[in-house]
């Protein structure tokens, strides 16, 4: 059964917290306390799954999609229901299994008034978690443009609940402006989806990806298509200008949103960049990208920069998010399969060391009530396992040589060097920007002399600990042995490239040390 | 002298659907006449309940026939029973069943939305007293039978005297029962008295469009009309100016702008459940109506017409959205959101294609189902009077009485929650589905410009809508304001309504396919 | 004589209806209005039943007429409803709604 | 202005002239023929017409206030002329020489034009009436009828209906209270009597197959409609009299409620306007009755048999028609001299409760035998027997239906007062609430009655006795203050 | 005013169908102006009244269009139904509402009547343009559809092709019949109180059953503020009225007492002639 390619697992990964989140309410009065317990145990269950169906996953044949599974679905608009995953994909979908059982040991006591409300809220919460992580399975494993559309809709709904009825004071006012911005660009995506399928050569399978890639479109056509998709996209991958949603609602959420948000969510702007902008519009996606180019350039180092600025720790590490976002999209649009690689693998590696950090910042808040970087001083003398953690997070954020964020930055770094050296080079400042803010907050909040208030601050707990080890091995294996990583990634950056039409002068076939082999094509196009 | 008279043949099979309904109303009637008061509202509950649900039978059971073979005219041409009226009659008298369940709930306070006495003067011992004698005005019931007759009539109405009369059948009632809300009459029989002014000035104007076509074809056979289209000549100008003038007399029924001023007043005035039926049901009416008459007549127009529709169109969508978003009355905000549904159906109607009369009746259902519950659930939140065991009084309509809801009945609220969300048309539920299908006939009759500007529209219509469940779910009741809304609990009835909205907004946006199929073998109009 | 002259007083006579409409404010008034719309919508049927040599104009003015009628009943009904409650029958002392 | 008015009916005729000359011309049915008619001869039989009701009314006045008289027992005017014929006349010179008064609070116009509205319309009814068949008139051979056409009867109801205008805008226009409740109730009165009134020409329209009132009288060469009719006739008779604001019915002018009504402002010519529209309104009320239901000109059976319908040419049919008129116009006189007028509300629920359901149910009886006649080939007598039968078993259920109990008794309740009969020495009546002690006669009878039941009582031990026996014998005992033995 | 003999000539005229003729125009002519100034009078007439006359006016005015148009039936139930019922319920409804309730013509919205009046007159220049494109129909007339007669003929058409719309139209009556009703009719929640009753209640209540006595009206005196004598010499004090006593404007007997003795009473109050108008009523 393991290896069963036609057992459903994809669906079984959508059912199985779906059902958990219908369990989590409809629990009688008396077992409602439990309903965390009952949220963790589906989605280590999910996860196990995930790993499960994942053992099943041909690696050689990263590029194509597996585990598919297809059912018409509204055939009068030629949507069927049909997943699956490449590399990419997959990736993505054990990230958000991975992390959705860690956000929810981590609100284990989030809500101070859990108890006076006899856990009614964090019910839902917990509850509205599971929902979310059914869509994001369901999001990466699309293989239907208008699945992936009503998908990508349907997600925002529960994350804006997640945000809007559990979040900070400014919270409404961030729920509202994550889900307009998001829905705009959205419904604009919307237009684009239907025009596509005209276009497309209709019929009851007509919104399947594989029916609509290389279509011969008017060029005028695929233009505008291109960015109706790429605005939706841009704006849920925050890159400037369309940024401003995230810090508010990182901000206001509380950690675990914002874990999922930045570190699983906004990936769906840049996978569907990867998997549905470049495949479906190639044409469009080599005249549109100089300019993107320059876009996610200016995310990078806006992104820093504010960073740099910020006074609110959530807000910050919302900032870097920006800025790494920026990378991603740089890989991507830089056309080379190295830079391509490296966007897939630093989709998966920022949302370990930005979960991680929204995690330990969230620990921070929840022990001292604020998330403002003034409030805090000192604390690696009292907390030094809180301490180290964020360290070692920290780092990853910045690219240290040895964490996973490492590798993917510097083959995106290498690949857009092949294609775009100027966007390269300015790139590289965005890695000593995020060195200047990741160091300074840590010397902000944990070095120096103990402030008094804090000299009482309790150090991570088991659970606490629970929740960020898995996140911190995750960095050191992956940074330390790439290897089965980028054997996911490799043949997709591939077949996308191939499907962009740009051939890469050298594509890069590099072993797990990716920086020898990459180092030496310089050839431009 | 012309050969005797010979009785025209009347095809009882078809029009079983009317006839039953009707009749039913008229045997209303009769209850009210002889039935002792204390069985009065169980008779007509009764009957209205069976009469609308025989009729839904009725259209399945001529369904199979029409399908085969894409309907038929009878009558001489009166009435044409063909895909989409026949779906439109079913959609019409299952809504109007859900609606009748709204309206004939009592709640737990055992009063109905109805003034116990309409002729009662509000304020007036009489009325206190009538209302402490437990009266009821049951005549709602056939009212409501003759208005959803009128409404089955419409869609299937072959010439422009069928569609006069049943424009007025399906109106008279409606000014009546918007009169006739319990609490704050004033305002009720306001609603009820523009309602009239505006209503027969507009079916003024539609009688003059029907007369134009009348001297240009005539006949006023919609056959005949459309065929006179190609023969006549030299008379183009009576040809389009009928047209135009019927046209406004449809678009006030479905409240487009600019004809739609009457619109919230009348909502905000009506007693909720009848705002609720008229919300869904005449716009569905009116819509088949300009369907029949727009794919029918107009095409030999098309340019002259068509782009006038278009603005309209637009125009609709952005004014119902824009003012939307200053509301704070809920069901004035409800009303301006039905305005700009108005906009998005008539993208559907404007495409010209057959998926757009598919894709138009589609969001009809949809949009009909979510507004009778969302009308259902706005009649069950209450003001409470202030002091110690307030007495529950009228519907909390004021948009700020609604924060917290969320957190006191959550199961309310998110069916609340999730029939805005299907207004806004967020995926996964009825409205996205309508959405998709009216943009994607747009797009396919060469109208992208008009379903981007409706994609827009309705981005920026989210925010409202996303306020509302705001208020609901992230706002905490203030202190005093919490005290002074509660939800009554239904007698059942209204549960029944709200959860057939629930079921069917989601089964709507997660399987259309059947009902998709279904409604795309409907779409085709005999002219 | 050309008949387009009744059509012209046809539609001479409804302008007045519908300007009386717009502009006074007295809700009978405006009422009757109304009315006079139909009656000229009226004038043009059997006009152009004349000129088409059918009956149906005529049909069809005779189905206003009893509409009409019915139209009035259930018009003047709510008028003097809310007549009886508020002691005026202009049109802008109706104005709850508008708050 | 009386020229003017005068010419009504003049002016009707040329109005209708050109439908009823197309109709005629076309219509294969019989039916008056107007095709000899100049138009000398349409202006004399309109002066015509106009004589003679104003002779009529004349006539009319001195006629009522004789009958009236003999009624009540007294002469009547016996001095101005034969058989005081001539005081109409002079009472009418009198009026028209009073002093003109305009009142102050009056809408000038609307207050001069009123009266003469009401006078014009009456005028019209009068040209579709035929007075008699053809008969020639200088050497030209005419009917004896101003005009005809195929809605005739609908166009007497129509000048009727406008006619009502002079009243209401009359009592409007006063600017004055009592007139304007006259107004009202004139208004209310006339929209409730002429739906019963329209309602039950229907069933004539039905049989005769025409609304042509020179068809109508063709068609009762068989028979009278009142006849078969007999419930239509009844309905149009009363609501006649309703509809000519006639005793019982005379609200709109009630003198001892609202003075008199619509015309209290009123006087000199004016009020004579009204006054004279008033009794040729009972002259068109009579003649319609006669043409719909009364044979019309055609000569009653005997005389109608007599030498192969001689009555029936030439002018002895306006003999026959003047007398039925008059008929109807002594009938009109004889329920004033005896009834008393209506209470308004009894008068409106009469109108809507009784005539005009009533009207309906006729209709639809009648055109449902007619329905069968004439789609299948039941004949009229099995038709007619199978109806009686109908009739008579619902006649017999009705006896089945229990009578409401009246609700005067379930409302009385309470104790009676103790009621001295002769407080102060004094023989008192009653006072409400109080009740008068029987007899004591009856008291004895009572008493014996009692101790008889409480005899068997004790003897069978459990008295068997109804309600109203056990009943009385309470109250027996409550007033005896006797305990039960 | 034209004479009969014209007219009759008009209508000689008219009675050619299908085309039309000179007398046929005159009449138009005539009565076109009329309506055209009466439809005017509804737009401007400050009283409800009037405007209610004017409309009427337009109504019988069609009425005769109607006629001459071959549409006789139609004329004579436009006369029946418009100006019979439906004008006649206008000015009933006038008069409950009060018939002094004249317009006032302020404008509640700036510049909103002449926007108005720019719409109106907008609409009446498209509408009359038109129709005037119809201006070279040729007639086609009526004679062959009414040669059975006008109503025959609508007859026909109504009961075989809108035989549906007539028993629709039949239910819309209903409509208006039970909206009337629900609007209007109140049931009766207390015990009727009938004339018996009342009388009951009176006597119970042991007031004056009879009128009051009149006042003492003596001849020297403007006495309605003296009190009469009652039977047995002693003033009644009800016989004043009671404003003037409330108002404290009441003489006793006392004041006017030495004249009583010496005048005696008053004259009767002269009675009204009986003239003879009166006696025929």
Redesign the interface.
């Known amino acids: 059964m393991l290896n069963d390619q036609s057992f459903p697992w994809l669906t079984t990964l959508i059912v199985v917290p779906l059902l958990g989140a219908g369990l989590v309410w409809a629990l009688p009065g008396a077992a409602r306390r439990h309903a965390r317990t009952v949220a963790v145990a589906v989605s280590l269950l999910t996860l196990v799954l995930a790993v499960v169906a994942a053992l099943g996953f041909d690696t050689a044949a990263s590029a194509t999609h597996q585990l598919e599974e297809q059912v018409s679905w509204i055939p009068a608009f030629g949507v069927s229901y049909a997943l699956g995953v490449d590399g990419v994909g997959l990736a993505l979908v054990l990230l958000s299994v991975l992390l959705v059982p860690l956000v929810l040991l981590a609100a284990w006591r989030e809500h101070p008034d859990a108890v006076a409300t006899g856990g009614e809220r964090i019910r839902h919460y917990v509850a509205l978690v599971l929902v979310l992580e059914a869509f994001m399975v369901a999001v990466f494993a699309a293989r239907d443009v208008f699945l992936f559309y009503v998908l990508f809709e349907a997600m925002l709904i529960p994350v804006y609940f997640m945000i809007g009825a559990f979040g900070g004071l400014q919270r409404r006012y961030a729920a509202v402006k994550f889900l307009l911005f998001s829905l705009a660009g959205g419904l604009i995506m919307l237009a684009g989806v239907i025009a596509l399928y005209l276009h497309g050569p209709g019929g009851p399978e007509g919104f399947l990806v594989e029916n609509l890639v290389g279509l011969d479109l008017p060029v005028t056509t695929e233009r505008l298509l291109f960015l109706a998709f790429f605005l939706a996209f841009a704006i849920k991958a925050p890159m400037w200008p369309v940024h401003t949603w995230l810090p508010d609602a990182a901000e206001q959420a509380p950690a675990g949103t914002s874990v999922l948000l930045v570190g699983v969510l906004d990936k769906v702007g840049t996978f569907g960049m990867l998997t549905l902008c470049l495949p479906l519009f190639p044409e469009a996606s080599r005249w549109a990208a100089p300019v993107i180019i320059v876009l996610a350039v200016v995310s990078i180092l806006y992104g820093a920069l504010l960073a740099i600025g910020q006074e609110d720790l959530m807000r910050l590490i919302a900032y870097t998010s920006v800025s790494h976002f920026g990378f991603i999209v740089l890989g991507i649009f830089a056309f080379s399969s190295v830079s391509i690689q490296g966007a897939s693998l630093y989709m998966v590696n920022h949302g370990l060391s930005t979960g991680a950090l929204f995690l330990l910042a969230g620990f921070l808040v929840a022990r001292r009530g604020t998330a403002r970087i003034a409030d805090y001083g000192g604390l690696q003398k009292v907390t030094p396992v809180l301490a180290g953690t964020f360290l070692v997070a920290g780092l990853s954020a910045l690219s240290l040589p040895g964490l996973s964020t490492f590798v993917s930055e510097f083959l995106v770094l290498v690949g857009t060097f092949t294609t775009n050296k100027p966007a390269a080079i300015v790139a590289t400042l965005g890695v000593v920007l995020a060195a200047l803010y990741v160091l300074l907050t840590y010397q902000k909040v944990f070095t120096g002399p103990v402030r008094d208030d804090l000299a009482t601050t309790p150090d991570l707990s088991t659970r606490e600990k629970w929740v960020v080890g898995p996140l911190i091995a995750a960095m050191l294996v992956l940074g330390f042995y790439p290897a089965p990583a980028l054997d996911l990634v490799r043949a997709p950056a591939d077949v996308t490239l191939e499907q962009v039409g740009v051939t890469d002068a050298a594509p890069a076939h590099g072993s797990a040390d990716a920086t020898t082999s990459t180092t030496d094509d310089g050839s431009d196009q | 002298m012309t050969p005797a008279f010979v009785a025209p043949e009347i095809p009882w099979a078809h029009l079983l659907p009317v006839a039953i309904v009707l009749v039913a109303g008229v045997v209303g009637v009769l209850v009210e006449a002889f039935a002792p008061q204390r069985l009065r509202r169980a008779i007509q509950l009764t009957i209205a309940l069976l009469a609308t649900a025989g009729a839904v039978v009725a259209v399945a059971a001529l369904w199979a026939g029409v399908r085969d073979t894409g309907g038929t005219v009878v009558l001489g041409g009166s009435m044409i029973i063909d895909g989409p009226a026949l779906v439109l009659q079913g959609v019409l008298a299952l809504l109007g069943l859900v609606s009748l369940l709204v309206i004939a709930d009592r709640t737990e306070s055992g009063e109905d939305a109805f003034a116990p006495s309409a002729s009662a003067v509000p304020g007036s011992d009489y009325e206190e007293l009538a209302r402490r004698k437990g009266l009821a005005q049951t005549e709602v019931f056939p009212l409501v039978l003759f208005a959803l007759g009128g409404m089955m009539i419409f869609p299937a109405a072959g010439d422009l005297l069928t569609l006069f009369v049943a424009l007025e059948v399906l109106s008279l009632p409606l000014y009546l029962l918007s009169g006739m809300a319990r609490r704050r009459r004033l305002l009720s029989q306001e609603a009820s008295m523009k309602y009239f002014l505006l209503g027969a000035f507009a079916s003024a104007f539609f009688l003059f469009g029907t007369a134009l076509l009348y001297g240009f074809a005539g006949s006023v056979r919609l056959a005949d009309i459309a065929a006179a289209t190609s023969t006549v000549v030299g008379m183009d100008a009576l040809l389009l100016a009928g047209v135009l003038l019927l046209m406004v007399g449809l678009l006030f029924k479905v409240g487009a702008v600019p004809f739609h001023s009457w619109t919230p007043d009348v909502y905000q005035g009506a007693p909720t459940p009848i705002t609720g039926f008229m919300a869904a049901c005449t716009k569905i009416a009116a819509f088949g109506a300009i369907l029949r008459i727009v794919y029918v007549v107009v095409p030999p127009l098309e340019w002259d017409v068509m782009p006038l529709l278009w603005a309209i169109a637009v125009l609709t969508m952005v004014v119902g959205t824009v003012v939307a978003i200053v509301q704070t009355d809920i069901k004035r905000m409800l009303a301006y959101s039905s305005i700009a549904h108005a906009g998005f159906v008539l993208v559907g109607v404007v495409a010209l294609t057959s998926s757009g009369i598919s894709s138009v009746l589609f969001y009809l259902l949809a949009y009909g189902l979510s507004t009778i519950g969302a009308f259902a659930i706005v009649s069950l939140v209450r003001e409470v009077n202030a002091g110690p065991g307030g007495a529950v009084v009228a519907e909390a309509t004021h948009v700020s009485q609604w924060s917290g809801l969320g957190q006191r009945h959550p199961v309310l609220a998110a069916s609340f929650a999730l029939f805005l969300l299907s207004f806004a048309g967020i995926p996964l539920t009825a409205g996205f589905t309508g959405k998709f299908a009216v943009f994607s006939a747009a797009v396919e009759g060469g109208l992208t410009w008009l379903a981007v500007v409706g994609v827009v529209v309705s981005a920026a219509a989210v925010f409202f809508y996303a306020r509302i469940i705001v208020l609901m779910f992230f706002t905490d009741p203030a202190g005093t304001a919490g005290e002074t809304t509660t939800v009554v609990r239904s007698e059942g009835f209204t549960t029944v309504a709200i959860a057939l909205g629930v079921i069917g907004t989601i089964l709507l946006g997660v399987l259309p396919s059947p009902v998709l199929d279904l409604l795309a073998d409907a779409a085709k109009l005999i002219p | 004589m050309n008949l387009s002259n009744y059509l012209v007083l046809a539609a001479v006579l409804f302008t007045i209806g519908a300007t009386t409409v717009l502009l006074r404010r007295n809700a009978i008034v405006v009422f009757m209005g109304i009315e006079l719309m139909l009656n000229a919508t009226n004038l043009a049927f059997v006009t152009f039943a004349r000129i088409h040599g059918d009956l149906t104009g005529q049909v069809m003015a005779f189905f206003v007429m009893v509409v009409a009628a019915a139209e009035v009943v259930i018009g003047l009904a709510i008028i003097v409803a809310i007549f009886r409650t508020r002691r005026s029958a202009s049109v802008d002392d109706v104005n709850l709604l508008k708050s | 202005m009386a020229v003017?008015a005068g010419?009504a009916p003049?002016?009707a005729?040329?109005?209708?002239?050109?439908?009823l000359?197309?109709?005629t011309d076309?219509?294969?049915t019989p039916g008056a023929d107007f095709s000899n008619d100049n138009?000398w001869i349409?202006?004399l039989k309109?002066v015509g017409i106009i004589v003679f009701l104003l002779v009529s009314v004349l006539i009319a006045?001195w006629f009522?206030?004789k009958v009236v008289a003999r009624m009540q027992i007294r002469p009547g005017p016996n001095v101005h002329g034969p058989f005081g014929l001539l005081?109409s006349l002079?009472?009418a010179m009198?009026?028209l020489l009073k002093e003109d008064i305009n009142v102050k609070a009056a809408?000038k116009v609307?207050y001069i034009v009123a009266p003469m509205i009401s006078v014009f319309c009456s005028l019209l009814t009068f040209a579709v009436i035929p007075l008699g068949p053809e008969v020639s008139i200088f050497g030209i051979v005419t009917p004896l009828q101003l005009t005809d056409?195929?809605?005739a009867v609908?166009?007497i109801?129509?000048?009727?209906?406008?006619g009502?205008?002079g009243i209401?805008?009359g009592g409007?226009a006063s600017g004055s209270t009592y007139p304007?409740l006259g107004?009202?109730r004139s208004?209310?009165q006339?929209?409730s009597y002429?739906l019963a009134m329209?309602l039950s020409l229907v069933s004539v329209f039905v049989l005769a197959g025409s609304?042509s009132t020179s068809q109508i009288v063709e068609s009762q060469t068989q028979v009278w409609w009142f006849l078969p009719l007999l419930p239509a006739f009844v309905i149009y008779f009363i609501s006649m009299v309703g509809e000519v604001n006639r005793l019982p019915f005379d609200l709109p002018e009630a003198?001892g409620e609202l003075v008199?009504g619509f015309m209290t402002e009123y006087s000199s010519m004016k009020?004579a306007w009204f006054?004279l529209a008033e009794y040729i309104n009972m002259l068109n009320v009579s003649a319609v009755a006669t043409t719909l239901f009364f044979g019309g000109w055609r000569a009653p059976w005997p005389l109608s048999a007599i030498n192969d319908g001689m009555f029936n040419e030439g002018w002895w049919p306006v003999l026959w028609f003047l007398a039925k008129l008059w008929l109807f116009m002594f009938v009109f006189v004889w329920i004033r001299g005896t009834l008393l007028r209506f209470r308004y509300d009894q008068f409106m629920k009469f109108g809507w409760k009784v005539l005009i359901p009533a009207a309906l149910v006729w209709i639809v009886a009648v055109a449902g035998v007619q329905g069968v006649r004439q789609?299948t080939d039941v004949d009229l007598r099995t038709l007619l027997i199978g109806l009686a039968v109908v009739a008579v078993v619902g006649i017999g259920l009705s006896f089945l239906i229990p009578e409401r109990r009246g609700q005067a008794e379930a409302?009385a309740g309470g104790e009676p007062e103790p009621f001295d009969a002769f407080a102060a020495g004094y023989p008192v009546p009653p006072?409400?609430?109080q009740v008068l002690p029987p007899s004591p006669r009856r008291l004895r009878a009572q008493a014996q009655g009692a101790q008889a039941s409480g005899a068997t009582a004790t003897i069978e031990g459990s008295p068997r006795v109804t309600d109203d026996e056990q009943t009385d014998d309470q109250v027996a005992d409550g007033e005896e203050g006797m305990p039960r033995g | 005013m034209t004479t009969p003999l014209g007219l009759a000539a008009v209508a000689t005229g008219l009675a050619e169908t299908g085309r039309t003729s000179g007398g046929e125009a005159t009449l138009f002519w005539f009565i076109a102006p009329v309506m055209v100034i009466a439809a005017l009078g509804l737009l401007f007439a400050r009283k409800t009244v009037h405007a209610a006359m004017s409309v009427v006016l337009v109504m019988i005015s069609l009425a005769i269009l109607y006629v001459a148009q071959e549409a006789p039936f139609l004329g004579v139930v436009q006369v029946i139904v418009y100006t019979g019922a439906v004008m006649m319920l206008f000015l009933f409804v006038l008069m409950l509402v009060g018939v002094d309730s004249s317009d006032s013509l302020v404008e509640t919205i700036r510049g909103q009547r002449w926007i108005g009046a720019l719409l109106g007159l907008g609409l009446g220049a498209v509408l009359v343009g038109v129709v005037l494109t119809a201006a070279d129909l040729a007639p086609a007339g009526l004679v062959e559809a009414n040669a059975d007669s006008n109503p025959v003929g609508v007859a026909r058409v109504i009961f075989s092709d809108y035989v549906f719309a007539l028993e629709v139209v039949g239910t819309l009556l209903v409509v208006a019949a039970l909206g009337a009703l629900v609007l209007t009719h109140r049931q009766r929640l207390t015990r009727q109180v009938g004339q018996k009753e009342r009388a009951d209640a009176r006597i119970a209540a042991g007031t004056v059953l009879t009128p009051l006595p009149a006042p003492g009206v003596y001849a020297r005196s403007n006495a309605m503020d003296v009190p009469a004598l009652g039977p047995d010499g002693r003033p009644l004090e009800s016989s004043v009225p009671r404003v003037l006593r409330i108002r404290g404007q009441e003489r006793s007997v006392a004041e006017v007492h030495a004249e009583i003795g010496a005048e005696g009473v008053g004259s009767t109050p002269p009675e009204r002639s009986i003239t003879g108008e009166e006696e025929v009523r």
């Open positions: 003017l010419l003049a002016l005729a040329p109005l209708t002239s050109p439908v000359a197309q109709a076309a219509a294969t138009g349409v202006l309109a006045i009522e206030r005081q002079a009472d009198k009026l809408d609307v056409f195929p809605v609908l166009y109801l129509a000048a009727t209906s406008v009502v205008y209401v805008l409007w304007l107004a009202v208004t209310a006339v929209i002429e329209g609304m003198e008199s009020f006054f789609f409302a006072l409400p609430g």
